[in-house]
């Protein structure tokens, strides 16, 4: 399922789109009611939930440059990773910077415990998918820690 593997296009792709524009009033109102649904699910640690907020072909590179290709991997990802653990986890998402590209949302933040420092950093590009709430859904998502 994992790769150690980089990918400079990808990283590259994600530099280009981020010299966009800022997204409008009512696109970045989506992108929040996005934003709430992921956390939901992770504060639920539902992983249908959250794949299904993922495209089919998402590629995750996580905080050791291990990368998940697909939505089935990235649930089976999670799934491990949340194995035998019990209870809310709640997680907040904190936008720095949310940037329209076209048909493509650009968001760089930080992430941590609900309440608390944030413990890491984030880059998701967003992929319109109206059947989501917000109408999005992530299409790369890279984090570290």
């Given at each position: 399922m994992l790769r150690a593997k980089?990918?400079?296009v990808s990283l590259l792709g994600i530099g280009v789109l981020a010299s966009c524009g800022q997204?409008?009033?009512?696109?970045e109102s989506d992108v929040d009611a996005f934003r709430d649904a992921v956390m939901v699910a992770y504060d639920n640690r539902d992983v249908e939930a959250l794949a299904a907020l993922h495209a089919l072909d998402v590629s995750v590179v996580n905080s050791r440059g291990e990368t998940?290709?697909?939505r089935a991997a990235f649930a089976e990802y999670w799934d491990e990773r949340w194995e035998g653990t019990t209870g809310p986890n709640p997680l907040q998402?904190?936008?720095l910077e949310v940037r329209e590209a076209g048909p493509y949302v650009i968001e760089r933040g930080e992430?941590?415990?609900r309440g608390a420092a944030a413990v890491g950093r984030y880059i998701w590009v967003l992929a319109s998918r109206p059947a989501n709430p917000g109408g999005w859904e992530i299409l790369w998502f890279i984090y570290s820690s």
């Amino acid at each position: 399922m994992l790769r150690a593997k980089r990918s400079r296009v990808s990283l590259l792709g994600i530099g280009v789109l981020a010299s966009c524009g800022q997204p409008a009033e009512s696109q970045e109102s989506d992108v929040d009611a996005f934003r709430d649904a992921v956390m939901v699910a992770y504060d639920n640690r539902d992983v249908e939930a959250l794949a299904a907020l993922h495209a089919l072909d998402v590629s995750v590179v996580n905080s050791r440059g291990e990368t998940v290709e697909g939505r089935a991997a990235f649930a089976e990802y999670w799934d491990e990773r949340w194995e035998g653990t019990t209870g809310p986890n709640p997680l907040q998402y904190s936008p720095l910077e949310v940037r329209e590209a076209g048909p493509y949302v650009i968001e760089r933040g930080e992430y941590g415990p609900r309440g608390a420092a944030a413990v890491g950093r984030y880059i998701w590009v967003l992929a319109s998918r109206p059947a989501n709430p917000g109408g999005w859904e992530i299409l790369w998502f890279i984090y570290s820690s």
